[in-house]
């Protein structure tokens, strides 16, 4: 059993940044999906962001250009710099993790596919 977790939330103004970091001790897996998703209470959760086993990222529009997605050179540790935050990105941020066929190509938006899941950080940005 995979028991990703994350760290690294916090409170920040407009404009500022915040690093989250995502542990998974013990996962070992040729080829993956690892992704960051973020939920606000009452609204659906958005994929933000997703890396597999070779390093190829995605990321969501609303993220694209703010926020990049890393992992260590031994693939348990996954990171999430965010960088002009704004208001609306605060939420709960979660990282999740799945194993996947080496054709499978990771979305940002694939947040149904995670099959691990952490209990999340909160990110929240004042203006």
């Known amino acids: 059993q995979v028991q990703p977790v994350e760290s690294g939330g916090g409170s920040v103004q407009s404009g500022g940044s915040l690093r989250l970091s995502c542990a998974a001790p013990?996962?070992?897996?040729?080829?993956?999906?690892m992704g960051w998703v973020r939920q606000v209470p009452g609204k659906e959760r958005e994929g933000i962001a997703a890396?597999?086993?070779?390093?190829?990222?995605d990321y969501a529009d609303s993220v694209k250009g703010r926020f990049t997605i890393s992992q260590d050179d031994a693939k348990n540790n996954f990171y999430l710099q965010m960088s002009g935050l704004k208001p609306e990105d605060t939420a709960m941020y979660y990282c999740?993790?799945?194993?996947?066929?080496?054709?499978?190509?990771?979305?940002?938006?694939?947040?149904?596919?995670?099959?691990?899941w952490g209990q999340g950080t909160q990110v929240t940005v004042s203006s």
């Open positions: 890396i597999d086993n070779y390093g190829r990222t």
């Open positions: 013990g996962y070992s897996t040729s080829n993956y999906c």
């Open positions: 999740a993790l799945s194993r996947v066929p080496s054709w499978y190509e990771c979305g940002a938006g694939d947040s149904g596919a995670y099959n691990y």
